[in-house]
């Protein structure tokens, strides 16, 4: 009998280990998903900007001294500069949207509309200069610099992608919400509909 009281009290520890580490996870993920715009924002702006930082060669120039270089040398076939600058506007333009919108409008407004073409165009702009870039062999750097331009442009593509992602799947979360609460209130429309003196005892009850 002790053996088996043990046993069973050793499922019943296990079991409730299992129990708490599942709600951690569902806590875990309910938070990255209601702060994903926000982390995809962070990561958008920083991530391509590092990327480019990385990607310049070598030299005894401050990085400020860099990118004026870049800017007064700029070349749409060949410069890098403006991937990050346009990862930085596109994520300005979505967190605006996304702080200035309320339930009704992450649902099915704005948001996701402006998030959605925000996205696309970044994206068209960035093929349209990896055709160019990648059109013509870069031996001056290596496998190495060619390789943080790859990830450059792979890195902004994802970020845009992730951006249409999470507006649609906040979309739905808000969606759902307002279908809840629909339905809860025309529950309670029906609940006074079905009982008449419903207001009347209510008040009574108030004025007591």
Known sequence: MMGFSSKEE???RVLRGVKTVFFLITMLVSLLLFSAP???VIADTLLPSALLSASLP?????LQEKLA?????????YSLVDIPLVSIVRSAIIICVYSLCDG??????????ITTVCSLLSLAFVSLKASYVFSVPNTSRGGYGRALEMALFMSSWL???????????ISCR???????YKIDIEAVSACKNGFPRYQKILQ???EK
């Not at 070598?58 to 401050?62: A, K, R």
């Not at 270089?69 to 749409?76: E, G, L, Q, V």
């Open 38 to 40: 926000i982390l995809l």
């Open 58 to 62: 070598p030299s005894s120039q401050s």
């Open 174 to 180: 808000e969606r759902r919400k307002l279908l809840v």
């Open 159 to 169: 970020l845009a992608i992730g951006h249409i992602v999470v507006a649609y799947k």
């Open 69 to 77: 270089a870049h800017f007064a040398d700029y070349d749409f076939r």
């Open 204 to 206: 009574e009850q108030r």
């Open 10 to 12: 050793r499922s019943r």
């Open 104 to 113: 009704p409008r992450l649902s099915r407004g704005p948001y996701l509309g």
